[in-house]
Each structure stands twice: as structure tokens, then as C-alpha cells.
């Protein structure tokens, strides 16, 4: 299995409050991104990375900023939480880039704002 | 703009044959994949099309005509631990960005 996690796994916030998760892989692969899970909508790429320091915006990044300082990390930052955003988070990495490779999963990160 | 289309659910009987499909509406497209996922788990990697025809790796195989906008996932020999969900994903534009179906429940009886 491809070296992936993401903290926390579980998170209860309040709306209105900063939430930031955070994939950590240990695979040196160039390409993570960062999607949300909800009943009836699959996986829905909310933000993606193709270097350090080079993100751009997937289908659904309002109210959704990332950032990436090393290769291994990627943060996602939720500056003011609101219900519409409970949801479950997965990143991904990849090796190559090209539409070829195979994406790996974390375990996903459980959110829940009240 | 990006879309695919694929059963909600699907039932099948233990060691049976089931076949999911899988259509798409998408510009720039590479290939389609498909995906398992399990409750409470994370999505894994089953296969990858790029051109027509037919994929095939153990118990599972893949199928696509790009002509039809069309593919589809065959699964042989169901077993219960291939109760989840399927999802087929279309790769488009740079960095290997891929949307995602909204996922084939696949229930199996004994």
C-alpha cells in the first residue's frame, strides 16, 4: 500500500471556525490532490498539487484554500467552516502526472461541522 | 462540462457474473477507470482503458468503446467480499485529473 495518511481521521467543528487537514505521504510522488465524498455525488476533486508550491483549483474549491511546502505534505484549509462542507475527505497522490497513473488513497478524514 | 452516468445499485447472486456500466460525456478525454471502494474505506485502483476493448486481470475486466462514449466493468465469479461500491472515472487535461461517476452500490446474495 502506497504511504498515505491524513490527520485527523475524525473532526467536530463548530461553523464559523478554521479547520485544516493534512495528507502526509511518504512515497515522493509529485502529484496530491484533495477530494470530498458525499452520498450521491461520488468524488469530487476539491483542490490538486503539481509541486511544491504549485496548486490549482479543482470542481468544487469555494471556501477551500490548500498549500504545499514540502513534497510530502499537502494541507487543506477550510478558513470558515459551514455545514454544506460536512463531508468525508480523501487525498490522493500520484506518481506521474500523465492520465495514465494510477491514483492512491489515504484513509480519509470524517468532518462534521454543527 | 464533465459527466458519467452508472447504475445506482446492482444485485447479484455469489458466483455469478455481473456487468456495471458506464457512460460519459466529457472533452479531452484520455481513458476510463474504474475504482472499488468498501464501506468506510478508501477508493483502490482496479483498472485503466485507454483504448477500445477489453482489459482484463483475474476476475475482473474492463471494456471500453470510445466511438459509444461507453464502458463497462465485468465481474466473474462473484465473491462476498466484492460487496461495494464501484465508481468509474474518466481522465482528462494535465495531471492526470479525473472525475468521478457517482458509484454502483454492488450488493451480493449467497
Known amino acids: 500500500d502506497a504511504g498515505i495518511t491524513q490527520s485527523p481521521r475524525h473532526k467536530v467543528t463548530e461553523t464559523g471556525t478554521p479547520v485544516t487537514l493534512r495528507c502526509h505521504q511518504t512515497?515522493?510522488?509529485?502529484?496530491m490532490y484533495w477530494y470530498r465524498q458525499d452520498p450521491g455525488h461520488g468524488l469530487r476533486l476539491i483542490h490538486y498539487?503539481?509541486?511544491?508550491?504549485?496548486?490549482d483549483k479543482g470542481e468544487v474549491s469555494d471556501g477551500y484554500s490548500v498549500s504545499r511546502s514540502k513534497t510530502e505534505d499537502f494541507l487543506l484549509t477550510l478558513e470558515s467552516a459551514t455545514s454544506s462542507q460536512t463531508s468525508v475527505y480523501f487525498c490522493?497522490?500520484?506518481?506521474?502526472?500523465?492520465?495514465?497513473?494510477?491514483?492512491?488513497f489515504g484513509p480519509g478524514t470524517r468532518l462534521t461541522v454543527l | 462540462g464533465q459527466s458519467l452516468e452508472q447504475p445506482s445499485e446492482v444485485t447479484a447472486v455469489e458466483g455469478a457474473i455481473v456487468q456495471i456500466n458506464c457512460t460519459y460525456q466529457?472533452?479531452?478525454?484520455?481513458?476510463l477507470s474504474w475504482y472499488q471502494q468498501h464501506d468506510g474505506g478508501a477508493p483502490t485502483f482496479l483498472s485503466y482503458?485507454?483504448?477500445?476493448g477489453l482489459e482484463e486481470t483475474g476476475r475482473f475486466s474492463s471494456f471500453l468503446s470510445r466511438s459509444d462514449s461507453y464502458g463497462y466493468l465485468l465481474l466473474q465469479e462473484l465473491q462476498m467480499k466484492d460487496s461495494a461500491s464501484y465508481f468509474c472515472?474518466?481522465?482528462?487535461?494535465?495531471?492526470?485529473?479525473?472525475?468521478f461517476g457517482s458509484g454502483t452500490r454492488l450488493s451480493i446474495r449467497p
Open positions: 490522493a497522490i500520484s506518481d506521474g502526472g500523465t492520465p495514465t497513473d494510477t491514483q492512491y
Open positions: 512515497e515522493n510522488h509529485r502529484y
Open positions: 498539487s503539481y509541486g511544491v508550491k504549485d496548486t
Open positions: 466529457t472533452s479531452g478525454f484520455y481513458g
Open positions: 482503458n485507454a483504448l477500445d
Open positions: 472515472a474518466v481522465s482528462w487535461g494535465s495531471a492526470s485529473k479525473i472525475i
